[in-house]
């Protein structure tokens, strides 16, 4: 059963801009960490932007002051707004949410791909 779903991916010239969107299909009060993943090409999967229930947004180095991570409750969506953009940001990229239940409970999305190239 699908719980999240990514749009927005595609290519972008450096220095450019783009917006992923993560649509949710479950209740979004209760998830305790939201955000984004990617994997490039021959490399692992990277965290790129987690926010946490309770206030605190933690970014990977290389995207911080150009992606942020946002929350709408209302439209039971999650957002990752880039700015200026890097060939080296190239990489499919992932919606993630957990839910804290005993254990931690993990949803990944199917993956949109980035790509960022002139």
């Known amino acids: 059963q699908v719980q999240l779903v990514e749009s927005g991916g595609g290519l972008v010239q450096p220095g450019g801009s783009l917006r992923l969107s993560c649509e949710v299909f479950?209740?979004?009060?209760?998830?305790?960490?939201m955000g984004w993943y990617r994997q490039a090409p021959g490399k692992d999967r990277e965290l790129v932007a987690v926010t946490i229930s309770g206030g605190s947004t933690d970014y990977e180095d290389s995207v911080k002051g150009r992606f942020t991570v946002s929350i709408d409750n209302a439209k039971n969506r999650i957002y990752l707004d880039m700015s200026s953009l890097k060939p080296e940001d190239t990489a499919v990229y992932y919606c993630y949410a957990d839910q804290l239940v005993g254990s931690r409970l993990e949803y990944w999305g199917q993956g949109t791909q980035v790509t960022v190239s002139s």
């Open positions: 479950i209740s979004m009060y209760s998830l305790n960490a």
